[in-house]
């Protein structure tokens, strides 16, 4: 394979959401347009949230590399004015979720993390769908309920909830801070 050409390197190795994203605004801030940004991560989740974010920049997502558990992930800085980064604009905290849960509200918890994450930690009744497959599994979520929007700290599933906003679902809320500060019970994998 030929080698790809970059003009920085950003390290985010052993590093779960939402530090692969973190690290890549900061070496995105301090890069000229034009120029390439190699993130390199192993965090399998990295992938759908790097094309995502760069998505709703305006940067410029050119592909991934994987190699071993290494996901090398190659991104262009938008030349001229790049977007204002946009967050989702309708968000509730961990315990206005509790709240409807106790209530027995009829809304759908949609739990964007991956699979692995999901098995071994989740909100009871939750319904998974990996960031990453979202787009290709929208059909499976109801868009007569509201939609509650959960991931590990609200990065992943504030960009979930704009995809599934700009997918014509009307009622979605992004839940924040998310799975790693919920205390509530969950369900786990069990033997």
């Known amino acids: 394979m030929e080698t790809i050409k970059f003009d920085q390197l ?28 190699e993130i390199q991560a192993t965090d399998k989740g990295s992938t759908a949230d790097i094309k ?3 998505k709703s920049t ?10 071993g558990d290494v996901l090398k992930h190659y991104l262009r800085k938008a030349t001229g004015e790049e977007k204002e980064e946009k967050l989702h604009p309708h968000v509730v905290n961990n315990e206005e979720l509790q709240a409807k849960l106790a209530n ?17 930690h989740h909100i009871s009744g939750a319904k998974s769908i990996p960031l990453g497959e979202l787009e ?28 599934l906003t700009e997918a014509g679902f009307n009622k979605v809320i ?12 969950t369900d786990i994998l069990s033997k």
């Open 104 to 120: 027995n509200e009829d809304i759908l918890v949609l739990d964007v993390r991956e699979t692995a994450e999901y098995a071994f």
């Open 58 to 67: 305006g940067h410029q997502y050119l592909g991934t590399v994987e190699e």
């Open 52 to 54: 995502a974010w760069a």
């Open 174 to 185: 992004n839940v924040v801070p998310g799975m790693c500060e919920w205390s509530h019970p």
């Open 10 to 37: 950003v390290d985010a190795k052993g590093l779960a959401c939402p530090m692969p994203i973190v690290r890549t605004k900061k070496a995105m801030n301090e890069l000229e347009p034009g120029k390439v940004l």
């Open 136 to 163: 290709s599994r929208l059909n499976e979520v109801s868009s007569d309920k509201e939609i509650y929007v959960v991931c590990r700290t609200g990065s992943r599933s504030d960009l979930a909830a704009q995809k």
